[in-house]
């Protein structure tokens, strides 16, 4: 039977027949909208379900269910996001914290300090109150670290740093600032308070410290600054610290107040230190030496080597002006090498020379607390004879008395390491308060310097012509030799030889003497001219 028209054969592909429902069932566009706002991040989209149950609706289904479960999976991912938030606040907080405290005693640091005081500054009014700071440095605090170790020494810190806190008000801050240098800001108080403040704190830090055993007293130096309008943190503190080496220079454990006059005097110091520096490298230091005399034969035993500094513009400038800020300021070691090599080659020239060389005297230096705790020390000493071919026996070190007597373990070691050299020691200013006897008979010390106070009241103490018989007696019981230092009149040259002391030096035999003066005295002298 031949094909209806239109459905004949089309070359036997099959047409299919349009779908009646296609793009007619509003599901569809439910669920197409549903899928949008889904993507677009609205987790709490649903799609409404039908009551078919079919396909289509099982498509909606899974589709919600997807929408679920990315919603728990989404809030589940902002509480770890939150939570993660939070510690990293947390720890930006700690962070911040930890860079504006003291690991050590929990107080402030420097920085926290200095915000502090500029924010102090920048609130205060113009007129009225305005803060004011407290700068500390603790005494002798070296002291214990060396001698006890830092265990001791940071215990030592924090107890300081409580007592401190203990003695301030409330609203007040305290910071370490270093080392041994405490802080302290004053809101809005007048310079009596402050003042009272600041002695409270020393009175606090000043009591004895129980540590492992240990009975600890180290007490304070204090600097008090009011600050003025428009200065900054930084020129507070400054100033502040120029008044606490104030203190420190003129007595330990007091307070003094910043005045103008100070800063003057602290550029003229730095002016000061800048040019010793120079004239230790640049030539410009020179020796003068001072007989040490036999007071029986009249013989020379031995010079003392003294510094001074001929500056170019203020001319010779004697050491008592120029020792301290070297020992302040950690040169007292180069000055001292400088010394110990010029003196020891001075030596050899004179023993080389056959117009001086019939004179066998040794050479005298002094030597600094800070040479004993330099380990190079002894290294130095040795270095320096070797080079100039000289016995060590030729080398006497005079050690002012409380270095030895109060020093620590290093100390010890450096002059037992000296006495194995072979040099002689000798204790400076011997008689000052410092010692026992009998702990001198126990240090590696040849000879005492007695020191001249003991010999100026002969004459006029009727007691004194005894005491200074006690004194000689005791040195040699201990084994020791004895040499009189300050010897300005003949009476006092006798009545030394009489008790049998037999070493002197002094005025009456001669002041220091440049090199060139004393080498034309040994070339024409074979005993020591009394000084006219």
């Known amino acids: 039977m031949p094909p209806q028209n239109g459905a004949g054969n089309t070359g036997g592909e099959h047409?299919?027949?349009?779908?009646?429902?296609?793009?007619?069932?509003?599901?569809?566009?439910k669920l197409l909208d549903g899928i949008v706002k889904l993507a677009a991040g609205d987790l709490d989209a649903r799609i409404e379900v039908s009551d078919a149950r079919d396909e289509i609706d099982a498509v909606i289904m899974g589709t919600n269910l997807l929408a679920e479960d990315l919603q728990i999976a989404y809030a589940e991912l902002e509480?770890?996001?939150?939570?993660?938030t939070r510690q990293l606040h947390e720890a930006h907080r700690e962070m911040q914290h930890m860079a504006m405290t003291d690991s050590l005693t929990g107080l402030s640091n420097r920085s926290a300090f200095t915000t502090a005081l500029t924010d102090a500054q920048e609130k205060a009014a113009a007129q009225g109150p305005r803060p004011a700071i407290l700068l500390l440095d603790m005494n002798g605090f070296k002291g214990i670290n060396d001698s006890l170790g830092h265990t001791i020494g940071d215990k030592v810190l924090e107890v300081v740093a409580e007592r401190i806190t203990g003695a301030v008000r409330d609203e007040d801050i305290v910071a370490r600032m270093g080392g041994d240098e405490f802080a302290i800001l004053l809101h809005d108080v007048t310079p009596a308070i402050a003042a009272s403040i600041g002695n409270r704190v020393l009175a606090a830090v000043d009591g004895i410290m129980e540590i492992e055993g240990h009975h600890v007293r180290c007490g304070a130096s204090m600097g008090l600054r009011m600050a003025a309008p428009?200065?900054?943190?930084q020129e507070i503190m400054m100033e502040a610290d120029i008044a606490m080496y104030e203190s420190k220079a003129e007595g330990r454990g007091r307070l003094k107040s910043f005045q103008p006059a100070m800063l003057h005097a602290r550029q003229l110091r730095n002016q000061l230190v800048n040019e010793l520096k120079e004239a230790i490298s640049g030539n410009q230091l020179v020796l003068f030496y001072q007989p040490i005399v036999r007071l029986d034969t009249r013989e020379i035993e031995g010079v003392e080597a003294l510094v001074r500094w001929n500056h170019p513009t203020r001319g010779m400038v004697m050491p008592d002006e120029f020792i301290p800020i070297a020992e302040e300021t950690g040169l007292?070691?180069?000055?001292?090498?400088?010394?110990?090599?010029?003196?020891?080659?001075?030596?050899?020239?004179?023993?080389?020379?056959?117009?001086?060389?019939?004179?066998?005297?040794?050479?005298?230096?002094?030597?600094?607390a800070a040479?004993?705790?330099?380990?190079?020390?002894?290294?130095?000493?040795?270095?320096?004879?070797?080079?100039?071919?000289?016995?060590?026996?030729?080398?006497?070190?005079?050690?002012?008395?409380?270095a030895v007597i109060q020093g620590n373990d290093l100390d010890r070691y450096t002059l037992s390491s000296l006495e194995r050299l072979g040099v002689g020691m000798e204790i400076d200013d011997f008689g000052?308060?410092?010692?026992?006897?009998?702990?001198?008979?126990?240090?590696?010390?040849?000879?005492?310097?007695?020191?001249?106070?003991?010999?100026?009241?002969?004459?006029?103490?009727?007691?004194?012509p005894a005491l200074l018989a006690a004194v000689l007696q005791l040195i040699r019981a201990c084994g020791l030799g004895a040499v009189w230092e300050g010897i300005e009149t003949e009476d006092q040259a006798r009545y030394l030889l009489s008790i049998g002391c037999t070493s002197g030096q002094g005025y009456y035999f001669s002041r220091p003497?440049?090199?060139?003066?004393?080498?034309?005295?040994?070339?024409?002298?074979?005993?020591?001219?009394?000084?006219?």
């Not at 047409?15 to 566009?29: F, H, I, M, N």
């Not at 509480?79 to 993660?84: F, G, L, N, W």
């Not at 190079?376 to 080398?395: G, H, I, W, Y």
Request: charged share 25%; glycine share 4%.
């Open 15 to 29: 047409v299919p027949q349009e779908d009646s429902t296609a793009g007619k069932d509003p599901r569809l566009g």
């Open 79 to 84: 509480r770890r996001v939150a939570a993660r």
């Open 513 to 532: 003497l440049s090199e060139e003066i004393l080498t034309e005295q040994l070339k024409h002298h074979k005993t020591w001219p009394v000084a006219d």
């Open 371 to 402: 040479d004993l705790q330099r380990l190079e020390f002894v290294e130095d000493v040795r270095d320096a004879l070797s080079t100039a071919k000289l016995d060590p026996t030729l080398l006497v070190l005079e050690l002012t008395e409380s």
């Open 230 to 233: 428009g200065q900054s943190a």
């Open 332 to 368: 007292i070691s180069d000055l001292g090498g400088w010394v110990l090599r010029t003196a020891v080659e001075q030596l050899q020239r004179w023993r080389n020379d056959p117009l001086t060389a019939h004179h066998n005297f040794n050479m005298r230096i002094n030597v600094s």
């Open 432 to 464: 000052t308060g410092y010692s026992s006897i009998d702990y001198l008979r126990r240090l590696p010390v040849h000879a005492v310097k007695v020191d001249r106070s003991l010999l100026s009241a002969l004459g006029s103490d009727p007691a004194q």
